[in-house]
């Protein structure tokens, strides 16, 4: 005998045993097989084939199949039926004593030589926390790679149609909407503040703090239309789809625009800027079709394999930046420590510590995030699963505070803009007759001029002698 099954799996967040709201509805669910094969049966018989519908916590899935009849076997042969464990022709079950009645069974027969069986419609109440597997399968080999299915299953929590791995989802995007609120609102205040000194980079940052609100703010209404409807309509899906890959393209390039100096060591990005647009646009087009393969018409919590080969490019890139970054870092804070430009550089190393951070703690959690679904491949820890998708976006937002408050708008931009004559004095060097020089709009004591300038009045009053 043999078994074949498709599956569905969803997280159910029922809690009690008195109010069963967490229901499964079937809905139009119809079996179809192939017209030689429904000609071969006999016409006055009831049952020619029979497809079961089987519902399972999934730490209980050890009951589906003959384990505690010490047999490998899923479907019931003569054999085990002997002893009157099992009827020949159906999936072994063995209920589960902490919960009657599971795992559910819901059978639907084809009858004499019809091509169709239809699914009776009906709900299925769940009491009991937990993530479940819904199976169709038969023992029919005569069904085997024959049998098409067709219709859907609606799936239901007590609060809603979201799955419970995504339901933490909704509230913390509502959460991240407000923040980022909070932050707009502190960078429009301080930008109105000093509109007089605002400089290219500032703007930079509003198009990033902007994206980002709009971003958080379609996710959340995503989800809240997804968990009312039980739907996701590709039109929202995809524009949040899209502001979130708008914004982390534009992130990524603020980073590596700021790590390059602009605005503050060069005035323009010069010779790279195409090979910068280039790989912003790359990224764009690589995480746009990665966010729409997860999630476009996606009501499952779980991704399909079509992930895997789309993840890899995002993680280039990704690497691409990175690297980027660094390096141009490194050189900025070489040509500030030679221009002696004493605030800037500290402003840079502030900087480069906040992206070390940020880098350390990102490979750490890639490997905790590796090492989750490894340990997790039934995702029996869904109730934790959330937290991977929420680090990064706190990640981005909070190296976004960063930058925010490192370049914030001031009455002093000279701190950290770029000034040509500024520059071109520090290229010529430091005179020697001064006592203190002003560079970045800070005042330098020269202890070195000091001596010197001493050593030359002395001189000049031995010549006067």
């Not at 003959?66 to 042969?77: E, H, Q, V």
């Not at 109105?192 to 930079?204: G, R």
């Not at 990704?318 to 690297?323: A, G, R, T, V």
């Not at 007759?433 to 002395?458: C, N, Q, W, Y």
Request: net charge neutral; aromatic share 12%.
């Amino acid at each position: 005998m043999q078994s074949k099954y498709t599956r569905s799996n969803v997280a159910s967040e029922a809690n009690g045993d008195k109010d069963a709201e967490r229901c499964d509805l079937f809905e139009s669910i119809i079996f179809r097989r192939p017209k030689e094969v429904a000609a071969k049966q006999n016409e006055m018989q009831q049952s020619t084939g029979l497809v079961e519908a089987i519902l399972v916590e999934v730490k209980n899935r050890d009951k589906i199949g003959g384990a505690y009849l010490k047999s490998d076997a899923i479907c019931c042969t003569p054999k085990l039926a002997s002893d009157g464990s099992c009827k020949v022709g159906e999936v072994i079950i063995r209920q589960d004593p902490d919960n009657p009645g599971w795992p559910k069974r819901i059978q639907t027969p084809f009858g004499g030589t019809n091509e169709e069986a239809k699914m009776v419609p009906q709900t299925i109440e769940i009491n009991r926390t937990g993530m479940y597997y819904l199976y169709f399968m038969f023992c029919d080999p005569q069904l085997k790679g024959t049998t098409i299915l067709s219709g859907r299953t609606v799936w239901r929590n007590p609060d809603g149609y979201l799955p419970g791995k995504m339901t933490p989802l909704m509230p913390f995007y509502g959460f991240m909407s407000l923040a980022y609120l909070i932050l707009g609102l502190l960078w429009f205040l301080r930008f109105v503040q000093h509109w007089k000194d605002i400089i290219q980079l500032h703007y930079h940052i509003t198009v990033v703090i902007g994206l980002g609100m709009c971003e958080m703010a379609l996710w959340y209404f995503e989800y809240a239309n997804f968990n009312a409807t039980g739907s996701r309509p590709i039109g929202i899906t995809l524009w949040a789809v899209t502001f979130s890959a708008c914004k982390k393209t534009f992130s990524r390039l603020l980073l590596l625009a700021v790590s390059m100096g602009f605005g503050v060591v060069r005035p323009t990005l010069g010779g790279v800027t195409l090979k910068v647009l280039l790989l912003g646009f790359t990224y764009f087009a690589a995480s746009e079709a990665l966010e729409v393969v997860e999630n476009v018409g996606n009501i499952n919590d779980f991704s399909g394999k079509a992930r895997v080969f789309l993840v890899l490019p995002v993680a280039l890139l990704d690497s691409c930046f990175i690297l980027w970054i660094f390096s141009s870092l490194s050189k900025t804070l070489e040509k500030l420590q030679i221009r002696r430009s004493m605030g800037k550089l500290e402003l840079y190393r502030k900087f480069t510590n906040a992206l070390a951070l940020s880098v350390l703690v990102s490979v750490a959690w890639i490997g905790y995030e590796l090492y989750f679904n490894a340990s997790d491949p039934l995702s029996e820890l869904w109730k934790r699963a959330w937290v991977i998708q929420a680090f990064w976006a706190v990640l981005a937002y909070m190296l976004l505070v960063v930058t925010c408050v490192l370049w914030s708008p001031s009455h002093n931009p000279t701190r950290y803009s770029y000034s040509e004559e500024v520059e071109d004095v520090e290229e010529e060097g430091i005179p020697l007759t001064a006592s203190g020089v002003k560079v970045s709009g800070e005042l330098m004591e020269r202890k070195p001029a000091i001596i010197t300038d001493h050593v030359f009045e002395v001189i000049e009053e031995e010549k006067r002698e």
